[in-house]
């Protein structure tokens, strides 16, 4: 019996309105809204990412546009595997001979389901298990850059703004507990979100077969 011979292709995609979001979530100056932003960033994000289906008729279609009828059953062989609307990554198998004209075709599509998008090749396997792991550590890298976020948002909101010209500087006033203890629960709240989607990813990841 022959075996089939693939290639794992991990990529990202950038789209133009996600990448001016994010811009403007990281650069907020309001900390007592960063964890509800980041969540609605999230949510956005995974409204409009394009399912499995819309990014197998995309690839296969700017795939013919590129290489012609000749490029057919390289086109129909490719498989979306693994999508993740938080992290924009997605995990595509193909032949091995096909290899290398996929990832020419997701290098040269600037445009996906009437959006604006850049495709980076993160990187390229031989078999389902280091693809698997190297998604892994990619989709934790950019959670973990979420949860700093968060950290850091949150650490900004719990620092008491004193008044030099007070006596009674040291005391924080009842009127800023609040908002920080409204903060505090955003932030806790996001976290659990997160958390779970971050579970809920490396479960789909861990579930896929050759």
């Known amino acids: 019996?022959?075996?089939?011979?693939?290639?794992?292709?991990?990529?990202?995609?950038?789209?133009?309105?996600?990448?001016?979001?994010?811009?403007?979530?990281?650069?907020?100056?309001?900390?007592?809204?960063?964890?509800?932003?980041?969540?609605?960033?999230?949510?956005?994000?995974?409204?409009?990412?394009?399912?499995?289906?819309?990014?197998?008729?995309?690839?296969?279609?700017?795939?013919?546009?590129?290489?012609?009828?000749?490029?057919?059953?390289?086109?129909?062989?490719?498989?979306?595997?693994?999508?993740?609307?938080a992290t924009q990554l997605v995990l595509i198998r193909v032949a091995r001979t096909a290899g290398a004209r996929i990832r020419c075709t997701l290098t040269l599509m600037t445009n996906l389901i009437d959006r604006h998008v850049t495709i980076r090749i993160l990187s390229v396997h031989g078999n389902v298990r280091t693809a698997k792991t190297a998604a892994i550590h990619h989709v934790r890298n950019a959670y973990h850059a979420d949860f700093h976020q968060q950290a850091a948002a949150q650490k900004r909101?719990?620092?008491?703004?004193?008044?030099?010209?007070?006596?009674?500087?040291?005391?924080?006033?009842?009127?800023?507990?609040?908002?920080?203890?409204v903060a505090s629960v955003e932030a806790t709240t996001t976290t659990r979100k997160l958390c779970a989607q971050l579970e809920a990813s490396l479960a789909e990841i861990h579930a896929i077969d050759f």
Not at 157 to 174: A, G, I, L, R, Y
């Open 1 to 85: 019996m022959v075996r089939l011979k693939t290639r794992w292709i991990l990529a990202r995609l950038e789209f133009q309105s996600d990448t001016n979001n994010s811009t403007t979530t990281t650069t907020g100056t309001n900390p007592a809204s960063a964890a509800s932003a980041l969540l609605l960033l999230h949510k956005t994000k995974a409204r409009s990412f394009p399912s499995h289906k819309e990014l197998f008729f995309a690839l296969h279609d700017a795939h013919l546009e590129n290489f012609g009828l000749a490029a057919t059953g390289e086109a129909k062989e490719l498989q979306v595997r693994f999508s993740d609307p």
């Open 157 to 181: 909101t719990d620092e008491p703004k004193h008044d030099t010209h007070n006596k009674d500087s040291t005391m924080v006033d009842d009127n800023q507990r609040q908002p920080n203890a």
